[in-house]
């Protein structure tokens, strides 16, 4: 029964007309294109991308890195697979990828990572309470900026 199975397929192609060309057998696996375009939630969306809002120029927000009328960029001074033991005790920025992020009792930890490696961030709520509370509000794959002080792992 199987042998009739496998050769029923075949049957079907080969009982049609052959034109005076020959044609590949590919021609059989082609699958459709799609011709839908994808589009995106914000692109379907009917407000303007612009607001009238007027905006001061000298307004500051919290937390947004914006003072003195200009953004800056964030630079990192170190990268997190290379920091080794000749940078204990130096104070380093890091930038990155939250990779893992778990508490445990009072203390977090977080995985950072980066194009060279990753590196373990703690945060004590005795401390700094305001950096341990932005720290427990992270995700993963947030992208962070974190600076603080090398140490040895215990």
Not at 22 to 34: A, C, E, S, W
Not at 43 to 63: H, L, M, W
Request: hydrophobic content about 35%; charged content about 20%.
């Amino acid at each position: 029964m199987s042998s009739i199975l496998r050769v029923i397929p075949f049957i079907s192609t080969r009982t049609k007309h052959l034109s005076s060309q020959t044609r590949p057998f590919f021609h059989l696996l082609k699958k459709p294109i799609l011709t839908k375009p994808f589009s995106s939630v914000s692109a379907s969306t009917t407000e303007p991308a612009v607001s009238n809002i007027p905006i001061s120029v000298n307004e500051k927000r919290p937390g947004s890195g914006y003072e003195n009328g200009s953004l800056e960029w964030v630079s990192r001074n170190g990268l997190c697979g290379e920091l080794g033991e000749s940078d204990v005790g130096k104070r380093v920025k890091l930038c990155g990828w939250v990779a893992l992020h778990r508490g445990h009792g009072g203390l977090t930890f977080v995985s950072l990572r980066d194009h060279s490696g990753i590196v373990q961030v703690t945060t004590l709520p005795s401390d700094y309470p305001e950096a341990h509370s932005m720290v427990n509000d992270l995700r993963l794959e947030y992208v962070v900026s974190i600076e603080g002080v090398v140490r040895l792992r215990p």
